[in-house]
């Protein structure tokens, strides 16, 4: 039986993506185990830690990077830079494992250090990229910077001068590695990053595949609307939008353009029979009071089956992201029936057909955006999952490539 381990940083990392792909290699046969950095409440006994002495680490690989990046610009994200990381190579479900799959494990997990003693272990590594840092030289999307094609110096992300130039340094280190290592394989859960990933100078040489990220159909399907609002205490006549994110004042994530749609919104139609629910981590007093119509704050949802029922409580999801990869709330909105307004950016406009089963609005205008809520609560238009994102066929395609990895190898 194929032994397979996957890496996360946490169950909620990339939209649990390492859960649900674990859960579907378990489906199909395969022996699968995660190696999360932190517990959360999916805590079984095929999730395993790396110990009390990792936490140490990470503290200090956490005060370290926040010291030798200085002052970053909030509005260009995340910049991960880990020092020390933490070598994982000698746990048994990674010695034991046939195939590593690394996903979302940046900040203060594993460092180039580590993953160099992960690919001396000999075995296939999958990097799943779920946003741009595995090319970059430490920020997770680039925005309009195209540094990353040719080499990256003297970051954007960066408002003062540092002791050395850590994107250059971070970029160098990662092109250094996969350049000596041949058993790393890439997947992309979007065609865009897959785009960009060949069109890098650290990953251009290298196979990157494109699977799209695996979702739970047994969950995120359709129920009645009425049924999904009663079990959640909302007004069946009301025009629902729904808005969610793990952090909603993530830079990524666009609040301020939500904002300006909703004013231009609540100036075109009757607010009174208008209900926003938002759910997620990070919702301040003043972004709630700037909403002009009535709301409902769902809090962090940290199981599957309270996420579905507020996509099927909505007529509409709006994601104004201005920079991603390929959302899990997106995919699991139109696995619920309900269509989806998104701006046109990043893997966004794979899963949307304007006008079909939601709408691509132009990136960064808010007019646009607001003009895509109306149409979707007017014309009544249903979410559909577009073939490409069925489960069985992608859970397949991983299975695909695993077994041609070993091959490989024997």
């Given at each position: 039986?194929t032994k397979?381990?996957?890496?996360?940083k946490?169950?909620?990392?990339?939209?649990?993506?390492?859960l649900?792909?674990?859960?579907?290699?378990?489906?199909?046969?395969?022996?699968?185990?995660?190696?999360?950095?932190?517990?959360?409440?999916?805590d079984?006994?095929?999730?395993?830690y790396?110990g009390?002495?990792?936490?140490?680490?990470?503290?200090?690989?956490?005060?370290i990077?926040?010291?030798l990046?200085?002052?970053t610009?909030?509005e260009?994200?995340?910049?991960?830079?880990t020092?020390?990381?933490?070598?994982?190579?000698?746990?048994?479900?990674v010695?034991?494992?046939?195939v590593?799959?690394?996903?979302?494990?940046?900040?203060e997990?594993?460092?180039?250090s580590?993953y160099?003693?992960?690919?001396?272990l000999?075995?296939?590594v999958?990097?799943?990229?779920?946003?741009?840092?595995?090319?970059t030289?430490?920020?997770?999307?680039?925005?309009?910077?195209?540094?990353?094609?040719?080499?990256?110096?003297?970051?954007q992300v960066?408002?003062?001068?540092?002791?050395?130039?850590m994107?250059?340094?971070?970029?160098?280190?990662k092109?250094?590695?996969?350049?000596?290592?041949?058993?790393?394989?890439f997947?992309s859960?979007s065609?865009?990053?897959?785009?960009?990933a060949?069109?890098?100078?650290i990953?251009?040489?290298?196979p990157?595949?494109?699977?799209?990220?695996?979702?739970?159909?047994?969950?995120?399907k359709?129920?009645?609307k009425s049924l999904?609002r009663?079990?959640?205490?909302?007004?069946?006549?009301?025009?629902?939008i729904?808005?969610?994110?793990?952090s909603?004042?993530?830079p990524?994530?666009?609040?301020d353009?939500l904002?300006?749609?909703?004013d231009?919104?609540?100036?075109?139609?009757?607010?009174?029979?208008?209900?926003?629910?938002?759910?997620?981590?990070?919702v301040?007093?003043?972004?709630?009071?700037?909403?002009p119509?009535?709301?409902?704050?769902?809090?962090f949802?940290?199981?599957?089956?309270?996420?579905?029922?507020?996509y099927?409580?909505?007529?509409v999801?709006?994601t104004?992201s201005?920079?991603?990869?390929?959302?899990?709330?997106?995919?699991e909105s139109?696995a619920?029936?309900?269509p989806?307004?998104?701006?046109?950016?990043?893997?966004?406009?794979?899963?949307i057909?304007?006008?079909?089963?939601?709408?691509?609005?132009?990136?960064?205008?808010?007019?646009?955006?607001s003009?895509?809520?109306?149409?979707?609560?007017?014309?009544?238009?249903?979410?559909?999952?577009?073939?490409?994102f069925?489960k069985?066929?992608?859970?397949?395609?991983?299975i695909?490539?695993?077994?041609?990895?070993?091959?490989?190898?024997?």
């Amino acid at each position: 039986m194929t032994k397979v381990v996957h890496i996360q940083k946490s169950a909620r990392s990339a939209g649990g993506s390492a859960l649900r792909l674990h859960k579907a290699f378990l489906e199909k046969g395969l022996d699968t185990y995660i190696l999360s950095l932190f517990p959360d409440e999916n805590d079984n006994e095929r999730i395993f830690y790396p110990g009390r002495f990792s936490k140490l680490i990470t503290i200090i690989n956490d005060k370290i990077n926040l010291f030798l990046s200085g002052k970053t610009k909030k509005e260009y994200g995340l910049f991960s830079y880990t020092i020390w990381g933490i070598d994982i190579t000698h746990l048994r479900h990674v010695k034991e494992a046939d195939v590593i799959i690394i996903h979302w494990v940046q900040g203060e997990f594993l460092s180039i250090s580590a993953y160099r003693k992960l690919a001396k272990l000999g075995k296939p590594v999958v990097i799943v990229m779920h946003d741009m840092w595995t090319f970059t030289g430490g920020c997770h999307y680039s925005f309009s910077c195209e540094k990353y094609k040719s080499e990256c110096a003297d970051c954007q992300v960066f408002a003062d001068n540092r002791m050395f130039d850590m994107s250059k340094r971070g970029f160098l280190s990662k092109k250094k590695l996969f350049q000596h290592y041949d058993n790393f394989i890439f997947v992309s859960p979007s065609r865009w990053l897959e785009s960009c990933a060949n069109q890098s100078s650290i990953l251009n040489a290298k196979p990157v595949h494109h699977i799209p990220n695996i979702l739970d159909d047994k969950v995120f399907k359709p129920v009645a609307k009425s049924l999904a609002r009663q079990i959640i205490d909302i007004d069946v006549n009301a025009k629902v939008i729904a808005f969610g994110a793990v952090s909603i004042d993530s830079p990524y994530k666009g609040w301020d353009y939500l904002k300006k749609a909703l004013d231009i919104l609540s100036s075109e139609i009757s607010s009174e029979n208008i209900l926003i629910l938002v759910f997620g981590k990070h919702v301040t007093d003043e972004m709630a009071q700037s909403i002009p119509f009535k709301k409902r704050y769902m809090g962090f949802l940290r199981d599957e089956t309270s996420l579905a029922l507020v996509y099927n409580a909505a007529d509409v999801f709006v994601t104004p992201s201005l920079a991603d990869n390929l959302p899990t709330t997106v995919l699991e909105s139109l696995a619920c029936g309900t269509p989806v307004v998104g701006f046109n950016i990043g893997g966004i406009p794979e899963m949307i057909l304007h006008k079909d089963n939601g709408y691509i609005a132009d990136y960064k205008n808010a007019t646009d955006l607001s003009k895509g809520l109306r149409y979707c609560l007017d014309s009544g238009i249903k979410g559909r999952l577009l073939p490409e994102f069925r489960k069985e066929e992608n859970i397949c395609e991983y299975i695909r490539i695993v077994n041609e990895l070993l091959r490989n190898q024997s």
